[in-house]
Each structure stands twice: as C-alpha cells, then as structure tokens.
C-alpha cells in the first residue's frame, strides 16, 4: 500500500465539499464505467517493453474530467497536481506517477483514431434507454452556431478551411454548426450531425430522425422538411413571426398564435443540452481544427450532457413537487 502525501492526507481530512466535488460524486454515480472500459479495452495499449501504460480507467476518467471542465491537454495536467478532487476522482497520488500533458494527448487521438466517441455516445444512450428514459416517440430538432478562431497567424496563413461563415441576423458567424435531435419526453439528445457554419438547417433534419418517431418539433428554419419524407410523421414547424404579424386582429390569429406558444414550449427542450455543453461544460469555441475532431468532441459532450441532465434519475432522486 503506497503512503499518503501531504497534500492527499490533508485533502483527506476536509470537512466542506466543495461544488466540484459534489458534482465528481453523482458523475460517478451515473456514468456507466464498465460498458465504456469495454468499448475501449480492445485499443488501449498493453504493457510491453515500453513504459507501462497508465490504468485505462484512470485515463478515461481524466478523458472525462477534461470534457467536464473544457481543460486543455497541459491544463489537465497541471490540475491533476494542483487540485485534489480531480487526482481523488481518477484514483490517482502524487507519491505515484501523474499522466502529463504528451499521455493525455495521446488516449484522446487514440480514441479519435479509432472513432471511439460516437461509441461512447451511442453505449450511454443505450444505458439509458434501458433506465427507461429515452423513449422515442417523438424528436425535437434544431442547429447551433459554435465559432472557431478566425485568426489567420498560423503555421497555413489561414483560417480552418473546414469551417465557413453564415449570417444569422444582422450579424456574421465563423465555424461550424452542431445538430441535434432530442427526445420530445425527456430532453435527452439522440442524434449529433455537425456541419460547417453555412450548411442550412433543413439539409440535416433526415440524419437527426432515428425513425420510430411519429411527431417532430422544429423552428421555422426547417419549413419545407415535410416534403422530404415519405414517413408518416406529425410535423410541427414554427411560423416566421412576421408571417403572423401580418394576419388580422382577431380570434382566428389569437388562436395561431396560441398553437405557436404551444410549439415553442416544446421546442425549449432542446435548448437545454446546448446550454449544459456551451455554459456547464465551457463549449466557447471549438478546440480543434477540422470537423472530425471537433465532432468527436461534441459527440462526448452531449453524451456527457446526457448523463448531467437525467443524474437524478439515475440516481433515484425524485424532486419534490410543489404546491
């Protein structure tokens, strides 16, 4: 049994969690640790004649945490000796080797590289559904905008070639777009697309159906969406504000826009993923050049948003209604 440092016995002997540490205990609750070691396992290094690899599940939880806190490669390291909780969460000791910055960066190519993340995203909507909370009857479906650098000082003298600009508004956009479909009764996200920044919505709305729905809620950017299925699907599409505004005063528009509220009510759910990767998870910018890797990313994070959404429920915490 290896001895304690200073820093872990002291960190051992705390009182106060702290927010990060309540948030490290239900994540450990509720991510399905033995399905994603298994899903990994078989690309993981083995011990040879080189150095001996790190534990896969220490890695994977640094993998995670890295997602959680939008920490860069050298960044994870640094937290891994500065702050106890995160080394406490990955079973890792300072009187032990800690992963520098060169072994984060290569579990991250590796599962990359071996199109792990759409696994990843695909094992924990599987856990979920059997915890009976995806149900599919029905999809919202919408588009985000997250910006890359345009900055051109780089080794090319270009921007990211992947990523394209769009106006939304009255104002330019660079990057890319995330697209998502949600399950209408929960919220959860069942389906990631990314494209660049330019793509229209309306193009992506066949990948973003899993096919067991039969009602699907979308914005006005994907009027026309019903013609490109044969499926019988209930469709509700938003209506342009200024469509409504030109109609008469009277019953017949209180009650169009009153089908509208209806909609957008329905509609908010799949704002909610968004906010937990772009505010939760710190999703500013994309972190990488290319779609690939990016996509990747945002495969883990709503994944890892999924997970963050529905922790009460995994854990059997039901919220107390109120009067």
């Known amino acids: 049994m290896s001895q304690l440092s200073f ?8 009182r106060k969690k702290t927010r990060r540490e309540v948030f490290l205990e239900e994540m450990e609750q509720v991510v399905p640790w033995k399905a994603l070691l298994k899903i990994i396992e078989p690309h993981y290094p083995v011990a040879g004649r080189g150095r001996r690899p790190y534990p896969l599940e220490a890695m994977l939880r640094v993998h995670l945490m890295q997602n959680w806190f939008a920490l860069s490669d050298p ?3 640094e937290a891994l000796y500065e702050i106890a909780s995160l080394r406490n969460f990955a079973g890792l000791k300072l009187s032990e080797p800690i992963p520098d910055e060169t072994t984060i960066l290569n579990f991250r190519h ?3 590289e071996s199109d792990l993340a759409e696994d990843i995203f695909k094992q924990v909507n599987a856990h979920l559904s059997r915890k009976g909370l995806l149900l599919k009857r029905g999809s919202i479906v919408d588009a985000t905008i997250i910006a890359a650098p345009s900055s051109t000082k ?3 003298g270009e921007r990211d070639p992947e990523m394209h600009q769009t106006k939304k508004g009255n104002q330019w956009h660079f990057g890319m777009k995330a697209h998502i479909g949600v399950d209408a009764d929960s919220g959860l996200v069942h389906t990631v697309t990314t494209t660049p920044a330019n793509e229209a919505d309306v193009e992506q709305v066949a990948d973003l159906l899993h096919g067991k729905e039969t009602q699907v809620w979308a914005d006005s950017g994907y009027r026309g969406a019903q013609g490109r299925f044969e499926r019988d699907v209930k469709w509700h599409i938003a209506a342009r504000p200024s469509d409504i505004a030109k109609l008469p005063e ?3 528009k209180a009650r169009v826009q009153q089908c509208e509220h209806a909609k957008a009510s329905m509609r908010a759910k799949v704002e909610h993923p968004f906010r937990v990767i772009k505010r939760q998870f710190g999703l500013v910018k994309v972190r990488f050049r290319g779609l690939q890797k990016n996509t990747a ?14 922790r009460r429920q995994l854990m059997g915490v039901v919220r107390p209604k109120l009067a």
């Open 154 to 156: 780089n080794a090319e």
């Open 110 to 112: 590796m599962l990359e």
């Open 75 to 77: 960044a994870m390291e």
């Open 250 to 252: 009277g019953k017949a």
């Open 7 to 14: 820093s872990d016995a002291e960190y051992a002997g705390k």
């Open 297 to 310: 990313h945002l495969l883990t994070l709503f994944a890892l948003s999924n997970l963050w959404m529905a």
